[in-house]
Antibody
Framework: EVRLVESGGGLVQPGRSLRISCVAS????????MDWVRQAPGKGLEWVGR??????????EYAASVKGRFTISRDDSENSLYLHMNSLQTEDTAFYYC?????????????WGKGTTVTVSS | DIQMTQSPSSLSASVGDRVTITCRAS??????LNWYQQRPGTAPKLLIY???NLQSEVPSRFSGSGSGTDFTLTIISLQPEDFATYYC?????????FGQGTKVEIK
C-alpha cells in the first residue's frame, strides 16, 4: 500500500523552530519529487514547497511566505521527508501535509499523508 | 505568481444534480491544471490531472476540461459522498498555487 505518514507537529512558541517529518512506504521514494502543503484552520490549501530527487540534485523551491525560514530536506535511505521550520510565526499555524509529486505527464500530487498539526502560540 | 480564481466559492445542490465548478488562471497555464477533493477532516485527494485526465479509481461522473486560462470541473449526478470542497491547482510554474476552493453543500 502506498502511504505517507507525517509526524512531529505540536505547539511551539513564536520565533522558535520545529521539524516535522513524513515517512513514505509502498513506492520507490527516491524516484519522486515531494511537496509540502499546509492548511490554516478554516482556510484553503497553500503549497509550501518542493524537493526534487537525486537525479535533479535535490533542488528545492518554496512559497514566498516561507522562503528563507523553512527548509525541505530528505533522506532517501530512510524514505523520509522533512520540513525544518525556523522563526515560526502565528500565521504558520496550520495542518501540514506531505504529498508525492508525480511528474512528467501527470504533474500532480497523487498521494497525500493525513497531515500533522503545527500550532504557533505563546 | 499565477493567481487561481474559482467560482463559485460555494454552492448548494441535491443528490443527482449536475454541478460545474470553474477555475480561471491569471495567465495561460496550458493544461497544467489539477483538481482535488477534500472531505471534512481528511486529506485532499487527486481527482483530475492535467485538466482532463481522471485519476485512477475516481468515478467517471467526474470530468475536467479546459486549457489556457479557463477550466471546468463537472460532476454529473452528484452523490452523497461528493459533498466536499474542491480545489484547482496549477502545476505550470512555481509557486504551485491553489484556488481558494469551492464548497459543495447539500441543498
Amino acid at each position: 500500500e502506498v502511504r505517507l505518514v507525517e509526524s512531529g507537529g505540536g505547539l511551539v512558541q513564536p520565533g522558535r523552530s520545529l521539524r516535522i517529518s513524513c515517512v513514505a512506504s509502498g513506492f520507490t521514494f527516491s524516484d519522486h519529487y515531494m511537496d509540502w502543503v499546509r492548511q490554516a484552520p478554516g482556510k484553503g490549501l497553500e503549497w509550501v514547497g518542493r524537493i526534487r530527487n537525486r537525479a535533479n540534485s535535490y533542488t528545492t523551491e518554496y512559497a514566498a511566505s516561507v522562503k528563507g525560514r523553512f527548509t525541505i530536506s530528505r533522506d532517501d535511505s530512510e524514505n523520509s521527508l522533512y520540513l525544518h521550520m525556523n522563526s515560526l510565526q502565528t500565521e504558520d499555524t496550520a495542518f501540514y501535509y506531505c504529498a508525492r509529486y508525480s511528474g512528467s505527464t501527470r504533474r500532480s500530487m497523487d498521494v497525500w499523508g493525513k497531515g500533522t498539526t503545527v500550532t504557533v502560540s505563546s | 505568481d499565477i493567481q487561481m480564481t474559482q467560482s463559485p466559492s460555494s454552492l448548494s445542490a441535491s443528490v443527482g444534480d449536475r454541478v460545474t465548478i470553474t477555475c480561471r488562471a491569471s495567465q495561460s497555464i496550458s493544461t497544467y491544471l489539477n483538481w482535488y477533493q477534500q472531505r471534512p477532516g481528511t486529506a485532499p485527494k487527486l481527482l483530475i490531472y492535467t485538466a482532463s485526465n481522471l485519476q485512477s479509481e475516481v468515478p467517471s461522473r467526474f470530468s475536467g476540461s479546459g486549457s489556457g486560462t479557463d477550466f471546468t470541473l463537472t460532476i454529473i449526478s452528484l452523490q452523497p459522498e461528493d459533498f466536499a470542497t474542491y480545489y484547482c491547482q496549477q502545476s505550470y510554474s512555481s509557486p504551485r498555487t491553489f484556488g481558494q476552493g469551492t464548497k459543495v453543500e447539500i441543498k
